[in-house]
């Protein structure tokens, strides 16, 4: 299985700050990486597939970079709606699998 | 637009069966290049993938699960189902029902989330 290992597992921040989340995979993955937001009670959102294409109605603060193993996903001005768990999760192959999460709270 | 629903009892008894279904509407679940999957989440805690099933039956199963997991599709209905064996308090989670389009290999489309606690 492909390890998906993300940090920090949790950060505070505050509103207008920019926020950088990693991610690395246990083995190359070309771009087959997507990223999510979930927040309590819901289901994951996608916000970034393809390691960096923005996903249709995303807004263009969230960007994403990185192919291989080693992933990004930055949060260019934090605002109050951001405040969630962003997951990464790898398509390369199965078995699917997904980061631990980063839990991103207000400072 | 596309919409997926998952439905079954929210109690289990252990060592008995999860049993899941998935009710798909907006998208035929036989079209073309998709795969429907399953996906849960322990209390508090990160995400799992279980597996697919896709409209033909063939499925493929996450290894750390596959001796306990089957599922089934019934076209007829537009629904997909999880049965998972044996369950423990471990398997106390958020179940998720996704469709994975292979166009793009990524879940676009995921259910509320369902969840199943393991007690007697």
């Known amino acids: 299985d492909i390890q998906m290992t993300q940090s920090p597992s949790s950060l505070s921040a505050s509103v207008g700050d920019r926020v950088i989340i990693t991610c690395r995979a246990s083995?190359?993955?070309?771009?087959?990486l997507v990223w999510f937001q979930q927040k309590p009670g819901k289901a994951p959102k996608s916000l970034i597939y393809?390691?960096?294409t923005l996903q249709s109605g995303v807004p263009s603060k969230f960007s994403g970079s990185g192919s291989g193993t080693d992933f990004t996903l930055t949060i260019s001005s934090l605002q109050p709606e951001d405040f969630a768990t962003y997951y990464c999760q790898q398509y390369h192959s199965y078995p699917r699998t997904f980061g631990q999460g980063t839990k991103v709270e207000i400072k | 637009q596309v919409q997926l629903q998952e439905s079954g009892p929210g109690l289990v008894k252990p060592s008995q069966t999860l049993s899941l279904t998935c009710s798909v509407s907006?998208?035929?679940?036989?079209?073309?290049?998709?795969?429907w999957s399953w996906i849960r989440q322990h209390p508090g805690k990160g995400l799992e993938w279980i597996g697919y099933i896709h409209y033909s039956g063939s499925t493929y199963y996450n290894p750390s699960l596959k001796s306990r997991v089957t599922m089934s599709v019934d076209t007829s209905k537009n629904q997909f189902s999880l049965n998972l064996s044996s369950v423990t308090a471990a398997d106390t989670a958020v179940y998720y029902c996704a469709r994975e389009w292979s166009a793009t290999g990524y879940f676009d489309y995921w259910g509320q989330g369902t969840l199943v606690t393991v007690s007697s």
């Open positions: 083995q190359g993955i070309n771009n087959y």
């Open positions: 393809a390691a960096s």
């Open positions: 907006g998208v035929s679940i036989t079209s073309v290049g998709y795969y």
